[in-house]
Nanobody, 123 residues
């Protein structure tokens, strides 16, 4: 069984930063593509960031380019999302995601989802 558990969400003022973590356990391969999606209240889920199994390739949604950074530490079985210059538009539930076959991007079929962590950005 593969499990993804997010942490690091919370309340932050506009302009601040948060770092989300996704701990991977079970039978996940070190080569799994990993990524993050988010769902603002009342809106559709959107792609945020993705990273290849090796960490050599990264992808970002247009709304977060230049502000968010995805990384992974395979020795720690953990994927991170560093979020800087946060605005109220970043308020959402953030979900960690894994793909068995490819890097995670906006059109990737996701094999495993985390339970989500709430990020709230105040004005």
């Amino acid at each position: 069984q593969v499990q993804l558990v997010e942490s690091g969400g919370g309340l932050v003022q506009a302009g601040g930063s948060l770092r989300l973590s996704c701990a991977v356990s079970g039978r996940a391969s070190i080569s799994y593509g990993m990524g993050w999606f988010r769902q603002p209240p009342g809106k559709e889920r959107e792609f945020v960031a993705g990273i290849s199994g090796s960490g050599g390739r990264t992808y970002y949604g247009d709304s977060v380019k230049g502000r968010f950074t995805i990384s992974r530490d395979n020795a720690k079985n953990t994927v991170y999302l560093q979020m800087n210059s946060l605005t109220p538009d970043d308020t959402a539930v953030y979900y960690c995601a894994a793909s068995r076959w490819t890097a995670v991007g906006p059109l990737t079929t996701i094999d495993y989802w985390g339970q989500g962590t709430q990020v709230t950005v105040s004005s």
